[in-house]
């Protein structure tokens, strides 16, 4: 059985740093895309970042570029997704995200493209 747990999320000022975490249960990650995305209250949850776990090649956003760093623990079978200078904007809930199939194959921005997800974890930044 998958499982995918977030942690880490909590409230910040702007400007401030957060990192989030997403341990993996019942799948070796080296076979895997892991994304993160995050879904603000009234809106679709959106594309924030993805990884390819055995190369490490990353994809990101426009809106958190430079900002946000994706990166993966493979002796920990942990994601992370490292948040800087973080802006009002930037709350939401967070959910890792994990597929199966080749980014040749799928849209690695794409929500549909994902079948397993964590339960969120919310991130608030203050003005």
């Known amino acids: 059985q998958v499982q995918l747990i977030e942690s880490g999320g909590g409230l910040v000022q702007a400007g401030g740093s957060l990192t989030l975490s997403c341990k993996a249960s019942g799948l070796t990650f080296s076979r895997w895309r892991m994304g993160w995305f995050r879904q603000a209250p009234g809106k679709e949850r959106e594309f924030v970042a993805w990884i390819i776990w055995s190369s490490a090649i990353t994809a990101y956003a426009d809106s958190v570029k430079g900002r946000l760093t994706i990166s993966r623990d493979s002796t920990e079978n942990t994601l992370y997704l490292q948040m800087n200078t973080l802006k009002p904007e930037d709350t939401a809930v967070y959910y890792c995200?994990?597929?199966?199939?080749?980014?040749?194959?799928?849209?690695?921005?794409?929500?549909?493209?994902?079948?397993?997800w964590g339960q969120g974890a919310q991130v608030t930044v203050s003005s």
């Open positions: 995200a994990a597929a199966s199939a080749s980014v040749r194959d799928m849209n690695p921005r794409a929500v549909t493209s994902y079948e397993y």
